[in-house]
């Protein structure tokens, strides 16, 4: 059987989505929604925006990001899009919106947000994402009976998600590939966060986060942010977490490299075979907790065999030592969020399923499902902070310091895939991209 365009199945996905949307309408009482892309953010005191980033409810509509459009849905119709192209001079005004999803709206050009209110018909209708005066006065603003269902439900990825998820993999992997080189080549972190944006076709503001992009120390850093322009001499490592997106929908890559052969390197592969049998842990019906547990006691058997801790991995858990070199959670939902949302849901209704105890960090804890995209991400890091915590309350005598005085110079170790639960072996987005890039 051939494999389905993403046309097609934007057409299975838009279903979906306004079944969805039915069954959190009934739930809530309401007649219609209206779906906010939102408005540009100025900075305090002057004319300029913060770079535009439409809603996730919105956008899991469409794949149109423009700012000052609305999708209007009422069950049994079809949605109608409210697309603003305002006349203009100082900036130009988006285009006309075409594509394959086009033919599924019923669009509407108009020149200002305040059109929209004649356009709408009487009832009583959610309004999802960036109030403004537009909507003003024409129904409840997220009300939670609504997004709390829709916002649980987008945790299943369908088809057409995933296969922009995987879109969005593949120009990450080949930007990655490039930001490899350039560290190879002599390249600075700044050099390399150019080099990447260059390989990804993506300006910095299209990109879903903030390059991490750090050498040695740095590494250590976990949202290092600085991108220093001058590359130091006798440079040891170099971590890079970066993404892409695709028509909304982000992928999260991390890699790490060592310059040299050694014990860095040999600390990198050990994490990379733990990681892979990690992500193949990501199976409908396992709870996420769980992964996240057994990373800690991966980490603990590197940390022993490597020597940086003395005794058992199980009681390097037990006292919480791995917490100090694994200081953050194993992953975390993907999809139009790069810590997409109701991470911590316990049911469409509401509730909270916790996290466990002394893993404060950890940003998912629901039972996985098929068509769960989540990251599968451990990590080994020397934080001074930590380190010097765990000195002072008794847990350091369990470390080697002179290997961590060793090790130290190179920050720290992360790798992360993006992958994917359904039935059968896990679907891992990001080493599958990797591979056909080369």
């Given at each position: 059987?051939?494999?389905?365009?993403?046309?097609?199945?934007?057409?299975?996905?838009?279903?979906?989505?306004?079944?969805?949307?039915?069954?959190?309408?009934?739930?809530?009482?309401?007649?219609?929604?209206?779906?906010?892309?939102?408005?540009?953010?100025?900075?305090?005191?002057?004319?300029?925006?913060?770079?535009?980033?439409?809603?996730?409810?919105?956008?899991?509509?469409?794949?149109?990001?423009?700012?000052?459009?609305?999708?209007?849905?009422?069950?049994?119709?079809?949605?109608?899009?409210?697309?603003?192209?305002?006349?203009?001079?100082?900036?130009?005004?988006?285009?006309?919106?075409?594509?394959?999803?086009?033919?599924?709206?019923?669009?509407?050009?108009?020149?200002?947000?305040?059109?929209?209110?004649?356009?709408?018909?009487?009832?009583?209708?959610?309004?999802?994402?960036?109030?403004?005066?537009?909507?003003?006065?024409?129904?409840?603003?997220?009300?939670?009976?609504?997004?709390?269902?829709?916002?649980?439900?987008?945790?299943?990825?369908?088809?057409?998600?995933?296969?922009?998820?995987?879109?969005?993999?593949?120009?990450?992997?080949?930007?990655?590939?490039?930001?490899?080189?350039?560290?190879?080549?002599?390249?600075?972190?700044?050099?390399?966060?150019?080099?990447?944006?260059?390989?990804?076709?993506?300006?910095?503001?299209?990109?879903?986060?903030?390059?991490?992009?750090?050498?040695?120390?740095?590494?250590?850093?976990?949202?290092?942010?600085?991108?220093?322009?001058?590359?130091?001499?006798?440079?040891?490592?170099?971590?890079?977490?970066?993404?892409a997106q695709y028509a909304g929908y982000a992928c999260d890559i991390t890699r790490t490299y060592a310059a040299e052969t050694g014990e860095?390197?040999?600390?990198?592969?050990?994490?990379?075979?733990?990681?892979?049998?990690?992500?193949?842990?990501?199976?409908?019906g396992v709870d996420y907790r769980d992964i996240h547990l057994e990373a800690h006691r991966a980490v603990a058997g590197i940390l022993?065999?490597?020597?940086?801790?003395?005794?058992?991995?199980?009681?390097?858990?037990?006292?919480?030592?791995?917490?100090?070199?694994?200081?953050?959670?194993?992953?975390?939902?993907?999809?139009?969020?790069?810590?997409?949302?109701?991470?911590?849901?316990?049911?469409?209704?509401?509730?909270?399923?916790?996290?466990?105890?002394?893993?404060?960090?950890?940003?998912?804890?629901?039972?996985?499902?098929?068509?769960?995209?989540?990251?599968?991400?451990?990590?080994?890091?020397?934080?001074?902070?930590?380190?010097?915590?765990?000195?002072?309350?008794?847990?350091?005598?369990?470390?080697?310091?002179?290997?961590?005085?060793?090790?130290?110079?190179?920050?720290?170790?992360?790798?992360?895939?993006?992958?994917?639960?359904?039935?059968?072996?896990?679907?891992?987005?990001?080493?599958?991209?990797?591979?056909?890039?080369?």
């Amino acid at each position: 059987m051939a494999k389905k365009t993403l046309a097609e199945l934007y057409g299975e996905h838009l279903s979906e989505v306004s079944a969805r949307a039915d069954r959190a309408m009934i739930a809530g009482g309401y007649d219609g929604l209206i779906m906010c892309s939102g408005s540009p953010v100025y900075y305090y005191l002057d004319d300029n925006t913060y770079p535009f980033r439409p809603n996730p409810r919105y956008r899991a509509w469409l794949p149109d990001g423009s700012p000052d459009c609305y999708v209007v849905y009422r069950p049994g119709e079809r949605p109608k899009l409210m697309f603003t192209q305002p006349d203009d001079y100082w900036y130009l005004p988006p285009e006309r919106p075409e594509g394959y999803w086009v033919e599924h709206f019923d669009v509407t050009i108009v020149r200002s947000p305040a059109e929209l209110r004649p356009a709408i018909g009487k009832g009583r209708w959610a309004i999802l994402g960036q109030p403004g005066p537009a909507t003003e006065g024409l129904g409840d603003h997220d009300p939670p009976a609504v997004t709390g269902p829709l916002d649980y439900a987008r945790a299943v990825k369908t088809p057409y998600e995933i296969e922009c998820m995987a879109v969005a993999s593949a120009a990450g992997a080949r930007a990655h590939r490039a930001a490899e080189q350039a560290f190879s080549a002599g390249a600075s972190e700044y050099e390399i966060h150019l080099a990447y944006c260059r390989a990804a076709g993506a300006r910095e503001e299209e990109l879903p986060y903030n390059n991490i992009i750090g050498f040695d120390r740095h590494a250590a850093v976990l949202h290092y942010q600085v991108l220093d322009r001058h590359r130091p001499p006798g440079v040891k490592s170099f971590l890079i977490d970066a993404g892409a997106q695709y028509a909304g929908y982000a992928c999260d890559i991390t890699r790490t490299y060592a310059a040299e052969t050694g014990e860095f390197l040999d600390l990198i592969r050990s994490l990379d075979a733990a990681q892979q049998r990690l992500a193949g842990r990501v199976r409908p019906g396992v709870d996420y907790r769980d992964i996240h547990l057994e990373a800690h006691r991966a980490v603990a058997g590197i940390l022993v065999t490597h020597g940086i801790v003395s005794g058992t991995p199980d009681a390097a858990v037990e006292s919480g030592l791995t917490s100090v070199f694994f200081p953050h959670g194993i992953g975390h939902l993907l999809g139009l969020m790069v810590h997409d949302a109701a991470g911590f849901a316990a049911g469409p209704d509401g509730g909270t399923r916790e996290k466990p105890p002394g893993h404060p960090y950890l940003r998912l804890t629901r039972d996985l499902e098929p068509g769960f995209v989540v990251t599968i991400e451990p990590g080994i890091y020397f934080i001074d902070s930590l380190l010097e915590a765990a000195r002072a309350d008794g847990r350091g005598r369990a470390i080697d310091w002179k290997r961590v005085a060793a090790l130290r110079p190179f920050g720290g170790v992360r790798i992360e895939d993006d992958v994917v639960a359904q039935a059968g072996a896990p679907r891992n987005l990001t080493r599958e991209a990797f591979a056909a890039a080369g």
